[in-house]
């Protein structure tokens, strides 16, 4: 059965870290693009970042150098380091996964809720 299923989100103090991981089916593993998106309260969903098959990464602007993105291809898990949290970053986190390198997501976690509080 095709899954993602994320977990580590919680609540933290600002300047805090958590780590969030995707556990994916292994059928989704082997997809080209495995991704984490966040969406606030009355915002859009929004790219974090992202990882391909090669291990090639990529982030938003708002997290570089605060987040990595890598996976365990071992444990067909994808994970997400944060660290130097802010209160901006508060948002619930979604693991998704795109059979092809680019255009929509094929899979998506049913998210986790990370709150950062000031």
């Known amino acids: 059965q095709a899954q993602l299923v994320e977990s580590g989100g919680g609540l933290v103090q600002a300047g805090g870290s958590l780590r969030l991981s995707c556990a994916a089916s292994?059928?989704?593993?082997?997809?080209?693009?495995m991704g984490w998106y966040r969406q606030a309260p009355g915002k859009q969903r929004e790219l974090v970042a992202t990882v391909t098959k090669n291990g090639s990464t990529n982030y938003a602007d708002s997290v570089k150098g605060r987040f990595t993105i890598s996976r365990d291809n071992a444990k067909n898990t994808v994970y997400l380091q944060m660290n130097s949290l802010k209160p901006e970053d508060t948002a619930v986190y979604y693991c998704?996964?795109?059979?092809?390198?680019?255009?929509?997501?094929?899979?998506w976690g049913q998210g986790t809720q990370v709150t950062v509080s000031s």
């Open positions: 998704g996964a795109r059979r092809w390198p680019t255009g929509e997501y094929d899979y």
């Open positions: 292994e059928f989704i593993f082997r997809f080209n693009v």
